[in-house]
């Protein structure tokens, strides 16, 4: 059992409090737009039950101070409207105590080795022994990106195998995984992280604070375009297809000459759309990864 990428920091609890789990079975495809949407409603907290090829079954955490029947018929509201509920089998949900939601919460989260030099662990299950490999403690909050998920995957296995040094821009940088990866893997570089969610921003630099990397890291509320006068040998942009085709001028703008963009959170239908933005902008694929039904692509400049 795996926890999803993006649970909250749990408040403090009070004893009596009970929490209101819906376990839904949805597509895999359909899991982070769910996800998002659920804590739109005021979602509390996530953790994967079971992820299969054709199936992903969550359960989701609400307080208990409204009748369920009221939060599932917003539920079932906000996945009609947004065309998740096509893709989405069965909702149940039932009471738990404090307790039961804290413990099966944490226990979701286990050490994942990454590339060839990372592990990543939350602070309550570091690793007695980390074999050699880089331990990057990372606190799940309310941002995008523990390790888990095949995208940030995908962008810390390019980042071992493209960076060695320099400068990186992480742009929508979410839990500041990326940022401190690049930190651990290679300490004396100047690294840049953005994100334009203040919560996020705070999540990273915690996270940062927490892995002795606070001084390395410029951690910012910002877009793109506000660096696009600096010049990164790196940039790495965590996002969405959409997202990064409409920021890719000002992507391109950040990175210096011979230098390499590695590009994350594409479905893997789009990414001919993605790869004619980056030819559109004076920049070439070198190399597409690709993990369940996202694709990564790096490139650099046309020469």
């Excluded at 022994?129 to 390019?158: I, K, Y």
Aim: aromatic residues 6%; glycine residues 8%.
């Amino acid at each position: 059992m795996t926890s999803s990428d993006s649970p909250p920091t749990p408040a403090p609890l009070e004893p009596a409090r009970t929490w209101m789990s819906f376990v839904i079975e949805l597509e895999p495809g359909a899991l982070e737009d769910a996800t998002s949407l659920l804590f739109e409603l005021g979602c509390a907290g996530t953790v994967t039950l079971v992820e299969a090829p054709a199936l992903v079954k969550i359960a989701a955490y609400f307080e208990g101070g409204e009748p369920p029947r009221m939060v599932l018929a917003a539920i079932d509201r906000s996945f009609a409207v947004s065309g998740v509920g096509r893709c989405v089998k069965t909702i149940e949900w039932t009471h738990v105590p404090d307790e039961d939601w804290l413990k099966r919460w944490k226990e979701g989260f286990e050490p994942i080795e990454i590339g060839e030099r990372l592990v990543v662990a939350p602070p309550w299950r570091l690793p007695e022994e980390t074999g050699g490999r880089v331990l990057l403690q990372m606190e799940p909050g309310m941002a995008f990106g523990t390790g888990t998920h095949e995208t940030t995957r995908m962008c810390l296995e390019a980042i071992e195998r493209f960076w060695s040094g320099g400068s990186l821009l992480d742009v929508g940088t979410g839990t500041g995984i990326l940022a401190i990866a690049a930190v651990l893997l290679e300490p004396r570089s100047r690294i840049v992280a953005i994100d334009v969610d203040p919560v996020a921003v705070s999540v990273a630099r915690d996270n940062a604070a927490a892995n002795q990397a606070s001084q390395a890291i410029q951690i910012m509320e910002a877009v793109p375009s506000t660096l696009a006068g600096e010049k990164f040998d790196i940039v790495v942009a965590n996002l969405t297809a959409e997202v990064i085709v409409d920021n890719m001028k000002d992507l391109a703008d950040c990175l210096a000459p011979h230098g390499m963009i590695i590009l994350s959170g594409i479905l893997t239908p789009l990414v001919a759309e993605v790869e004619s933005a980056l030819r559109h902008h004076g920049l070439r694929a070198l190399q597409q990864s690709e993990s369940g039904e996202w694709s990564a692509i790096v490139a650099s400049q046309r020469t």
